[in-house]
């Protein structure tokens, strides 16, 4: 493995995040505080403790989850989408560069920038709420395996989408109604039973459970059925772009 | 001069939908040439550099980069390779510094700021360097595209069109820079629709036509063998008919007799059939001329005929 050209594409995305802060970090920092205001502060007192836990703190986890999931998949769909774009990425596929090297350097970066603002709303988050985290080794677990598995899915997207709507049309259209629906704002015991059985469908439930029970030790799944649900996502996610690699799909014809 | 550093066999393309860009193409590129690849658009001139830069896959054949598979050893055999597109694509909020020593990463090198430096200055972008690449002109982006495909120190360049869209002065200007690169061992492969281009440059010249590689030849035997040269006599007195011992030569009359127009190719020269012959011959039959003037076809006379002798 070859260590440059990974470190020449992890930097140049990185320097795109710095060049559009506001973007890429002050918007959804800002947009989680308002979910704060909203849902913590006016909304949160009237709600009961759920499992013990004040409504406010219980959404941390969600709404870190909603932003990591959404992020992850916009940077690296946008990150390989614009050279696509622009005509540069000629460039990447006549480099003497493996397709593991490339999927480390644009997913390593998108996964970099997801962590780190998850931490900057995990931080704003203990500005509004008393936060306890039970299990910080599974928090950073749930955390780093989300942002890499769904920047893998956001790789994915970039590659397959023939344009900028394209590019919006899973994250705006999949990924925010999962999330909203896979318990980012309540536990799935406060649904009716019936669905509670078709929420279990929804992969972001696993996560968002997991995830939660890593800051509070409750869960509307089991541990192993959170970590079995992501690593199989992952696995999917890389056997999809082993696939697109293997045989050029929309990058060589 | 046998010093293969690119060699293609039996290489052919056929892109989804049935359309075959390329058809079993063989061809060799020796070390420290520049080869001139012509051809109309749609000839297969820029799918032939993409599958061997590995920009396309082929549909069949093998390409050898320096005795490198470009596919089962497409490090070794990238890594010799800089490629400049036809496309000005470029990442247009990036710098020139940044972008020319990103594509150097790319290519696996270790940052080499002193090389960059050198490159920019060679190319006149020193001074741009700080500049965001959208506030370049059209010239000055091309120039950074080759900057970059130099960036990696390659020993093979790929110039696709390298000069279109480019002002006359600036067209001689990377001219020069192709010229610098070849004398510092670097082997040039340059499409063209500007055959003054492939004339000017080239060592050799291939002519692509739907798909196949019509011809290879040297630029200076191709010019010999395809080229005829034109002897324009203006005389005095109009003829009208052709006298009998000017039967012999190659003549055709113009400009209501006005002009004797003589073709040839230089080798009439050994049959009888030469300048020296018609001008004697000329004299004798008391046919006298004011001026005279000669023209030499170029190389795109030669290309139109090729293609369009098998169109």
């Not at chain 1, 140049?12 to 849902?39: C, D, K, N």
């Not at chain 2, 070390?31 to 690849?37: D, M, N, P, S, V």
């Not at chain 2, 600036?170 to 055959?195: A, K």
């Not at chain 2, 011809?215 to 005389?235: I, P, R």
Request: proline share 4%; net charge negative.
């Amino acid at each position: 493995m070859n260590l440059h050209p990974i470190r020449a594409i992890y930097m140049a995305e990185m320097a795109r995040t710095r060049r559009t802060l506001l973007q890429s970090i002050v918007s959804p920092v800002i947009s989680t505080s308002l979910y704060f205001v909203v849902f913590g502060a006016a909304i949160g007192s009237r709600i009961s403790e759920i499992n013990g836990v004040s409504y406010g703190a219980f959404i941390v986890p969600g709404l870190i989850m909603l932003m990591l999931l959404t992020q992850s998949v916009s940077n690296a769909s946008f990150g390989i989408f614009f050279p696509k774009f622009s005509g540069s990425i000629y460039e990447l596929l006549s480099a003497p560069i493996s397709h593991l090297e490339i999927v480390i350097g644009y997913v390593g970066a998108a996964a970099s920038k997801s962590i780190l603002l998850g931490l900057i709303i995990l931080a704003t988050s203990g500005l509004f709420v008393p936060l306890e985290i039970a299990h910080p080794f599974w928090m950073l677990t749930f955390l780093v395996l989300t942002a890499v598995t769904f920047s893998l899915l956001g790789f994915i997207i970039g590659i397959w989408a023939d344009g900028f709507d394209r590019l919006q049309l899973v994250p705006l259209l999949v990924i925010t109604p999962l999330t909203f629906l896979g318990g980012s704002f309540y536990s799935i015991d406060m649904l009716p039973p019936f669905w509670q059985t078709v929420t279990l469908a929804n992969p972001v439930v696993y996560l968002v459970s997991g995830f939660r029970w890593s800051f509070y030790g409750i869960s509307d799944v089991s541990l192993a059925a959170s970590v079995g649900m992501i690593t199989l996502f992952l696995v999917a996610c890389l056997v999809a772009i082993g696939w697109i690699f293997r045989t050029g799909y929309r990058l060589k014809p | 001069m046998n010093d293969p550093i690119i060699t293609i066999n039996g290489l052919n393309k056929t892109y989804e939908g049935g359309f075959q860009a390329l058809t079993h193409i063989d061809l060799t590129i020796q070390r420290g040439e520049i080869f001139a690849l012509l051809g109309p658009n749609g000839a297969g001139k820029t799918t032939l550099i993409s599958v061997v830069c590995g920009l396309v896959n082929p549909t069949a054949g093998h390409v050898l980069v320096d005795g490198f598979d470009n596919i089962t050893h497409f490090r070794q055999a990238r890594e010799r390779i800089g490629l400049v597109p036809q496309e000005l694509t470029n990442e247009a909020f990036e710098t020139v510094w940044n972008t020319v020593s990103f594509s150097r990463g790319l290519f696996g090198k270790a940052p080499n700021p002193e090389h960059i430096e050198k490159v920019l200055k060679s190319l006149a972008l020193w001074d741009k360097r700080n500049n965001r690449l959208m506030t370049l002109s059209g010239g000055m982006k091309r120039r950074v595209l080759i900057a970059k495909a130099l960036s990696h120190e390659p020993r093979i360049l790929f110039l696709d069109e390298p000069t279109a869209g480019v002002d006359v002065e600036l067209r001689r200007e990377m001219w020069e820079v192709v010229r610098q690169l070849r004398d510092n061992g670097v082997t040039i492969i340059l499409t063209t629709h500007y055959i003054e281009e492939a004339e000017e440059m080239a060592d050799r010249i291939g002519v692509i036509n739907r798909g196949e590689l019509v011809l290879v030849e040297e630029k200076a035997a191709l010019m010999s063998k395809l080229g005829s040269k034109q002897l324009t006599l203006n005389l005095h007195s109009p003829l009208t008919d052709m006298p009998a011992n000017l039967q012999r030569f190659e003549l055709s009359l113009a400009a209501e007799g006005y002009e004797l127009i003589y073709t040839y190719d230089g080798s009439q020269d050994e049959d009888g059939h030469g300048i020296s012959e018609l001008l004697t011959a000329l004299e004798r039959e008391e046919i006298t001329f004011k001026d005279l003037n000669t023209r030499q076809s170029s190389l795109e006379d030669i290309f139109v005929d090729l293609v369009k002798e098998r169109a």
